[in-house]
């Protein structure tokens, strides 16, 4: 009976030690922290102002008076009907749509607009091909000069803008509308794990000035080279059997 008594014991005290091992792995392991999707706005060049935050790849929108004393001032009146994140096997992408600006005032001010957010997984494969661009129109005041960027983290850093950018762009007007046309570059990611984008917007308006505009960032994957040369092969098939028709 003593021996019995004795392996109950020894038993109780491994399982108490694979316990206290495990719950002394986890206190040692720190957790990763994220602080999900945000919506920045800066008033000239000032600090950073989160106006709209929530869950990873969710969407943000904020309309508003934003200014030198931060929202609810009335140097610019702020129109951000949708930020879209989306999370899918073909396309990420942050997208902004339906916004815009005025200045309310006589002199130059400048807005700029910040949409990030964390743990994009997909598309899947390594690298990503980033693509970026802006677009929009002038509809009030004589002059406006629009800039934007895309960038991306593979440490799924919430506003990142130190490991990868697609470059900076400016929206070349002609007459009262503007575009930045398309820059792309390739995103090396860590597989497996989540990664972050984030896009930033420079708008300057002269006093009494009014500018829409729509953006985005856009992640595709790179196509392998079996499929480019598969593809390859098609097109030159193709072309020899046209050059077989007319030849007959």
Known sequence: MRFGLEKTLRRAMGVAGIALLVAGFSLATPATAHAAAQLQLKFDGGAAVTVASGASLGSLSFTGGFGDTGVGDTELTVEL????????????????????????TGANHTLTVILTSQDYTLPAGNPLSG??????????GTTATVTFQGYADKANGLGSTS??????????????????????????????????????????????????????????????????????SGLTAAAARLRRRKKA
Do not use: C, W
């Open 81 to 104: 009907a949708t930020g879209l994140f989306h999370n899918a096997a073909t396309l990420s992408d942050i997208i902004s749509s339906l916004g815009a600006v005025t200045n309310n």
């Open 131 to 140: 693509e970026a661009g802006i677009g929009g129109s002038k509809s009030a």
């Open 163 to 232: 490991d990868f950018t697609t470059g900076a762009q400016l929206g070349a007007f002609t007459g009262n509308t503007f575009d930045s046309g398309s820059a792309s570059a390739l995103f090396t990611r860590i597989v497996g794990s989540p990664y972050s984008m984030t896009t930033v917007a420079n708008i300057t308006l002269s006093g009494g000035g009014r500018v829409g505009f729509q953006s985005h960032l856009n992640m595709t994957p790179v196509p392998e080279p079996a499929s480019i040369l598969l593809l390859g």
